[in-house]
T-cell receptor
């Protein structure tokens, strides 16, 4: 069965420090990996995706993620956190054989303090 | 502003009422989705429409009835809901392949009295 794990319920960082939100996955076949962010009272916003190619993917708002096939990980990173980055982050996976059905992680709340 | 528009933003209804949630996108996407989301939890897939045909029903109770009148519109008809159905209902759309990101609306917050 396909699954996504986000091992941290909450990540706390100081503004200006680098941040990492962790994600590991388990799928059969090649994964399509996504990161979404959700601000309070809003829907999910797409940040970035990995389909194929370079393992380092750059996305919106200065976020990037690194695909690591051997560790089955897709951690989200940003060199310098902003207070406005505080939100709920979801990692998700899909595969070519799983049409339209995203499997989400449980979510990680990122808290950036001034 | 999101490119997927959902109405209404909030809905309060009794267990015997009938209401509908609406979703609209004008991005030319051919796949549309309904999700249910509880607070601080990931979205749970309910239905997927692909080229206006229902392709996935995640064993959703019949009190939820989806409809896709055309490629831009998606409705969710509600009848005889239960208090546990109170949640944020999200609509999303994507191009017609599995590797395309889904674009979400801001949802309808539904409360069942």
């Amino acid at each position: 069965a396909q699954s996504v794990a986000q091992p941290e319920d909450q990540v706390n960082v100081a503004e200006g420090n680098p941040l990492t939100v962790k994600c590991t996955y388990s799928v059969s076949g090649n994964p399509y990996l996504f990161w979404y962010v959700q601000y309070p009272n809003r829907g999910l916003q797409f940040l970035l995706k990995y389909i194929t190619g370079d393992n380092l993917v750059k996305g919106s708002y200065g976020f990037e993620a690194e695909f690591n096939k051997s560790q089955t990980s897709f951690h989200l990173k940003k060199p310098s956190a902003l207070v406005s980055d505080s939100a709920l982050y979801f990692c998700a996976v899909n595969t070519p054989s799983n049409t339209g059905k995203l499997i989400f992680g449980q979510g990680t709340t990122l808290q950036v303090k001034p | 502003d999101t490119e997927v528009t959902q109405t209404p933003k909030h809905l309060v209804m009794g267990m015997t009422n009938k209401k509908s949630l609406k979703c609209e996108q004008h991005m030319g996407h051919r796949a549309m989705y309904w999700y249910k989301q509880k607070a601080k939890k990931p979205p749970e897939l309910m239905f997927v429409y692909s080229y206006e045909k229902l392709s996935i029903n995640e064993s959703v109770p019949s009190r939820f009835s989806p409809e896709c009148p055309n490629s831009s519109l998606l409705n969710l008809h509600l009848h005889a809901l239960q208090p546990e159905d109170s949640a944020l209902y999200l609509c999303a759309s994507s191009r017609d392949s599995t590797n395309q990101p889904q674009h979400f609306g801001d949802g309808t917050r539904l409360s069942i009295l």
